[in-house]
């Protein structure tokens, strides 16, 4: 490698270096703007997974509702996890299912129709795609989780969309419709 070799080689070196820099500065800087600008409901991390449990079910079960429509499927997540039929904490009462079975990768995944909350074993990915609707489930998931003496389902455990009518629905109390989903007690 001559003299000539050398320094282009460097100064790609310090190019990429800086460059990186740089990056790594902008994504801080949007992380601690993001901070800013949602005080309430920024957090460094979710020690129990609550929070994202909360999130994906929202988003999964409610992203194309409206606000009370969201608030509602976090409303009964929390009911459930408070009442002694259902699992202690919101990620199991999430992931509750009945039966799992072996996928062609070899990993143990939910069987289909098994699940309380059907996106969890529908078989589709489990990652969020719409980040705006992401975020607004991550923000009523802290709301949720913050103040949960304000319920807008007064109890419901159960729910579920006004297209279907599951087996056990007649033997529960109506409580609210909310667009097109119908809560019960």
């Known amino acids: 490698m001559n003299d000539k070799d050398y320094d282009r080689l460097s100064n790609q070196v310090k190019y990429i270096w ?3 820099d740089m990056l790594k500065a902008f994504g801080v800087g949007l992380l601690l703007g993001l901070v800013f600008a949602f005080p309430n409901y920024a957090h460094a991390f979710d020690e129990n997974g609550d929070r994202f449990c909360l999130a994906q079910n929202i988003y ?7 606000f009370a429509g969201k608030l509602a499927v976090a409303n009964v997540t929390l009911n ?10 919101v ?11 072996m996928s062609w990768t070899g990993e143990m995944i939910p069987k289909r129709g098994m699940c309380q909350f059907s996106w969890y074993c529908d078989g ?13 489930s991550i923000r009523i998931a802290d709301i949720a989780l913050q103040s949960s003496n304000f319920d807008v389902t007064s ?15 007649d033997h529960l109390t109506k409580v609210i419709t909310i667009e097109n989903h119908i809560f019960y007690k």
């Open 155 to 169: 109890g419901a455990l159960w729910y579920h969309a006004d297209y279907i009518h599951p087996y056990w629905a």
């Open 80 to 89: 459930r996890v408070a009442d002694l039929q259902f699992p202690e904490t």
């Open 124 to 136: 589709k990915s489990d990652e969020p795609k719409d980040s705006v609707t992401w975020i607004e």
């Open 91 to 101: 990620c199991e009462v999430v992931y509750q299912t009945k039966e799992y079975k």
């Open 18 to 20: 800086r460059t990186r």
């Open 60 to 66: 999964f079960e409610a992203g194309n509702q409206p």
